[in-house]
């Protein structure tokens, strides 16, 4: 199943599901964040990517740098396991991994949830690829796509049982909006795709033909 027809599965239960006030909230929220343009400023294809270390769910330090040193990097940022959206999308992720380290590169995805929920989704998800804790989502707020829900939202979030300060370990509600990325050894940013509504994502596969144009010899000139 494409990622694109659970997504939408996803977005009816949820319309049957959420409760009257919370679903009021997120829509305001939602619009104020479309409407932001935030989405149109964050980095995109052109552009260098921040280098970044951060720790995965063991504990252990993953440099950007170094994996760039082995090939193009796919980094798929997420809000985190508390989110089915998100949790739809790193199994889609994984369906396609095997293709996208076939051409050449590494993947990581990345949320501001900490290193223990992240090994959770790890093995929720059965992810073959590292999830790296991205702390007040500071990595985010490099890329251009770190957001602060509202007092209102987090409010609503909160009665019905979601306090993401709690499950990001540090109190912190930042989030980034979801998010992914084609870095090439460059280091320059070559695929970008960043959504403002949560509910939409791309297909994990999208990025194959991008890792095939880098993975193909430049053809000289005379």
């Not at 950007?64 to 082995?70: H, I, M, P, Q, R």
């Not at 396991?81 to 998100?86: H, I, S």
């Not at 996208?100 to 990345?110: C, E, M, Q, T």
């Not at 460059?186 to 509504?197: K, T």
Request: hydrophobic share 40%; with cysteine.
């Amino acid at each position: 199943m494409l990622l694109d027809e659970r997504l939408k599965a996803l977005r009816t239960k949820e319309s049957a599901d959420t409760p009257a006030e919370l679903k009021s909230v997120l829509s305001v929220e939602l619009k104020a964040l479309i409407s932001s343009g935030q989405a149109g400023r964050a980095l995109k294809v052109g552009k260098q990517a921040p280098d970044f270390v951060l720790p995965d769910t063991a504990g252990n330090t993953v440099s950007s740098a170094e994996l760039l040193k082995k090939g193009p990097l796919v980094v798929t940022f997420y809000r985190g396991a508390w989110c089915p959206f998100c949790n739809a999308d790193l199994m889609a992720v994984e369906a396609a991994a095997d293709r996208i380290r076939g051409l050449g590169a590494s993947l990581v995805a990345i949320s501001p949830q900490t290193p223990d929920n992240s090994r959770r989704s790890l093995q929720d998800n059965r992810l073959s690829f590292p999830i790296l804790s991205d702390k007040n989502c500071e990595l985010a707020d490099r890329f251009g796509i770190r957001w602060m829900p509202s007092q209102a939202l987090q409010g609503v979030y909160r009665n019905f049982g979601t306090d993401v300060g709690s499950f990001n370990g540090d109190g912190s509600w930042a989030l980034p909006m979801p998010a992914r990325y084609v870095i090439a050894p460059s280091g320059e940013i070559v695929y970008a795709v960043i959504n403002a509504n949560y509910t939409h994502r791309p297909e994990p596969n999208d990025v194959c033909p991008v890792l095939e144009k880098l993975k193909s010899p430049v053809v000289q000139r005379h």
